[in-house]
């Protein structure tokens, strides 16, 4: 039987926390021949609820689980972990300015990164998925200096599968012979989906939906999904971040499908402009661990604007948490 892969999964006694555990535990993400060790990490006053949740893991008796532990300490849970799950957040409160939740996720983020670099295996690999997600991973990536910066990915598969979904609505065709959407940027609102590259059942995309529907409907349709879910559902979507969570980490693992990408915010390398070092959505190919950002796809003009626009909100966030003193 193969080794047992140690997962750490962050603010895991909360909805989404809640949704991603049962499935990491039934082999949903690393495969069914892999035995998963689950360490679990809450703040200390959620931390009984999160032994609730290990009592009902047990419950289901999966045969992959070699290992349930909860704690509040991050040193602890980090240890020889070789997967990061990092859900757990300071949501906006009321009242609450921009800066103050970037400093409030600056001391989450800087301290698990910290953690991670001390006692995290040497192939650890993390998903940030708690928000403001791309700028959490760049300050966790840069506490651990001594972890690969590639290793800090943040999580826009949930905005990739939303686009897919929307583009499967719209044509008809079932979302399985939909192939290459992207999306570029940042996890919020300024994200750009784009389906210029995309192919349903092999042909372009763009020959069958026009301009003004992609443009009016298409694109603030999944860039605002998340408060549309929230309107409608009256709390955030948390089942399908996890499934996006599953999947952004079992395609890193396993590796993409021929003839297709998916999206994640990566590093950027300085590709298709986007300035080194900032953690922007990108269409990339993966296989056996690693990525690689696709390159050479061509960039309209509109689309420059669209990158461009939330590239640089990208940067300001980087700038003030610069001023914080976090990266
Ligand atoms: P939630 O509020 O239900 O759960 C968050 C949990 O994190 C709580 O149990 C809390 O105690 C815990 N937590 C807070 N600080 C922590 C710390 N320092 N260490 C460990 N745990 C900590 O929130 P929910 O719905 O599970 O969402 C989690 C995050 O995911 C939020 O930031 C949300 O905005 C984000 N999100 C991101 C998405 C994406 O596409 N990237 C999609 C949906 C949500």
């Known amino acids: 039987p193969a080794a047992p892969v140690t997962v750490t999964v962050t603010g895991a006694a909360g909805q989404i926390g809640y949704a991603l555990l049962f499935r990491i535990a039934s082999g949903a993400m690393l495969g069914p021949e892999v035995p998963v060790r689950l360490r679990l990490l809450e703040v200390p006053a959620a931390a009984r609820a999160a032994e609730g949740t290990v009592l009902e893991l047990m419950d289901c008796a999966f045969p992959l689980v070699a290992g349930l532990d909860v704690f509040d300490d991050p040193a602890k849970a980090f240890d020889g972990a070789n997967v990061g799950l990092l859900v757990g957040a300071r949501p906006r409160g009321p009242g609450m300015e921009r800066a103050d939740l970037l400093a409030a996720n600056g001391g989450i983020f800087s301290v698990q990164g910290r953690a991670i670099n001390d006692g995290a295996a040497g192939d650890f690999k993390a998903v940030v998925v708690g928000n403001p997600a791309n700028t959490n991973a760049l300050i966790a990536a840069s506490h651990a200096p001594d972890v690969p910066a590639s290793r800090f990915t943040a999580m826009t598969r949930l905005d990739h599968d939303r686009a897919v979904a929307q ?95 998916t999206s994640m915010a990566v590093p950027s390398d300085g590709s298709y402009g986007v300035p080194e070092g900032l953690v922007s959505s990108f269409p990339v190919t993966t296989a056996a661990g690693d990525y690689n950002i696709v390159q050479g796809l061509d960039i309209s003009v509109f689309a420059r604007g669209r990158i461009d626009a939330s590239v640089a909100e990208l940067a300001s966030e980087r700038d003030a948490v610069k001023g914080l003193g976090l990266v």
């Open 167 to 261: 583009l499967a609505a719209k044509t008809g065709a079932p979302v399985s012979a939909i192939r290459k959407v992207a999306i570029w940027g940042n996890h919020s609102a300024s994200q750009y989906p784009d389906i210029t590259h995309a192919t349903v059942d092999g042909g372009p995309a763009t020959d069958l939906v026009d301009q003004s529907w992609i443009a009016g409907e298409f694109i603030p349709r999944v860039a605002k999904r998340g408060a549309e879910i929230i309107s409608v559902r009256g709390g955030s979507s948390a089942a399908s971040a996890a499934n996006a969570a599953i999947a952004h980490m079992r395609l890193w693992v396993h590796g993409t499908r021929a003839g297709d990408w």
